[in-house]
């Protein structure tokens, strides 16, 4: 077991829930490999109608075979199929994790709803949508975990995945906004607690989203002359859920290549 878990001494992995893993190619996936490796059990939930709607289509057998992955790194797994739009979904998330795992030491929010619109044709139900989901469910799932919270002080972590983009793409952007503020008030509200709470932004990440125009563009706007991976992400959020990182908090964090 890596000596960096804060659990190892207790002869026990700790419990990562993991958001919006739904797609082998994502960033979530990526993270839920990377804690695994690094001696963490991990839930994670995905929702198979967002992705089935969306570009690059659904990817049904990517939660069993996930699933398969993690515990084959040696990592005890749920994988659990939820709506956060639904205003239940965060308290039903918690239970099943808990009967399953135990309590949760790090939440990651990596999910999303991301429909490309901007100012003039943006439609207030794709509006209150994005905000439900990566606004309002953030807020649930980060107040089940400050309610349920049970590891010792200092080990507890949030960390949300966020954006900085907004012209051409404003009901996601503007809820991401949102999402950074609820997460730094969350590093202050859940101080008491000994939790960290971090937001990151990845910038743009090959996951399977971009045309071949954007990849060229925005490697060209790069300093580092190269798109971001889900690795790349996946090394930060490790590396925040460590016992090495615990002294960074209520911070916005861009690892993004120098982009911005």
């Not at 990817?59 to 205003?87: H, K």
């Not at 008030?185 to 071949?212: F, I, K, Q, S």
Request: proline share 5%; with cysteine; aromatic share 6%.
């Amino acid at each position: 077991m890596n000596d960096d878990t804060h659990e190892a001494s207790a002869g026990r992995r700790p419990v990562a829930l993991v958001t919006g893993a739904g797609r082998a190619a994502g960033i979530a996936a990526t993270v839920v490999l990377d804690l695994a490796r690094a001696g963490w059990d991990v839930a994670f939930t995905y929702w198979t109608p967002y992705d089935a709607r969306m570009r690059w289509g659904g990817d049904p057998a990517a939660p069993g075979a996930l699933r398969e992955e993690a515990a084959a790194l040696g990592a005890r797994t749920l994988a659990i199929e939820a709506d956060l739009s639904d205003q239940a979904s965060a308290g039903r998330l918690f239970d099943g994790v808990e009967d399953a795992l135990g309590n949760v030491t790090a939440l990651v929010l990596s999910h999303c709803e991301s429909v490309d619109s901007g100012l003039l044709d943006t439609t207030p139900e794709s509006f209150d949508l994005h905000f439900a989901v990566n606004a309002r469910a953030a807020w649930l799932l980060i107040r089940e975990y400050g309610l349920r919270f049970r590891g010792p002080h200092g080990s507890g972590r949030v960390i949300s995945l966020t954006s900085d983009h907004t012209v051409g793409n404003l009901p996601y952007g503007a809820s991401k906004g949102a999402l950074d503020r609820i997460t730094l008030a969350a590093a202050r509200e859940l101080a008491h607690l000994g939790v960290t709470c971090n937001a990151v932004d990845p910038g743009p990440t090959d996951t399977g989203w971009m045309t071949p125009e954007q990849k060229t563009d925005l490697i060209r706007a790069t300093p580092l002359a190269r798109l971001g991976t889900p690795q790349d992400c996946a090394n930060l959020v490790t590396f925040l859920c460590s016992a090495r990182g615990g002294w960074i908090n209520a911070q916005l964090l861009r690892s993004d290549g120098g982009l911005t």
